[in-house]
Nanobody, 124 residues
Framework: HVRVVESGGGSVQAGGSLRLSCTAS?????MAWFRQAPGKEREGVAAIFRQRGTTYYDDSLKGRIAISQDITTNTVHLEMNNLVADDTGIYYC????????????????????WGQGTQVTVSS
């Protein structure tokens, strides 16, 4: 069993930036960020293949976000820039320890372990 814990959420003005972090308690295969806005479905934001650091992004967010990892602390970061009101929501960190294929931002069910989420609020 792997525990993932998010941190770094908060409130920010539109156009601002935030950095979210997610620390895993054990070895993981893929880690990803998903988000859920009020009244909307959970959607993928970014994912990273831990062994090689290969990154995957939701096309609509490319250019504004960056996922990275710190191997020494077993932590994955999500940098978000030029934030807009539609970025408001709860951001969840997810992880798995094995899977077939590449890490995905499209299929939440391939991730076994989920954090409690961290709130991001962007005011215009």
């Amino acid at each position: 069993h792997v525990r993932v814990v998010e941190s770094g959420g908060g409130s920010v003005q539109a156009g601002g930036s935030l950095r979210l972090s997610c620390t895993a308690s054990g070895s993981t295969y893929c880690m990803a960020w998903f988000r859920q806005a009020p009244g909307k479905e959970r959607e993928g934001v970014a994912a990273i293949f831990r062994q090689r650091g290969t990154t995957y992004y939701d096309d609509s967010l490319k250019g504004r976000i960056a996922i990275s990892q710190d191997i020494t602390t077993n932590t994955v970061h999500l940098e978000m820039n030029n934030l807009v009101a539609d970025d408001t929501g709860i951001y969840y960190c997810a992880a798995n320890t094995r899977m077939y294929g590449v890490c995905t931002t499209v299929v939440p069910s391939v991730y076994t372990y989920w954090g409690q989420g961290t709130q991001v609020t962007v005011s215009s």
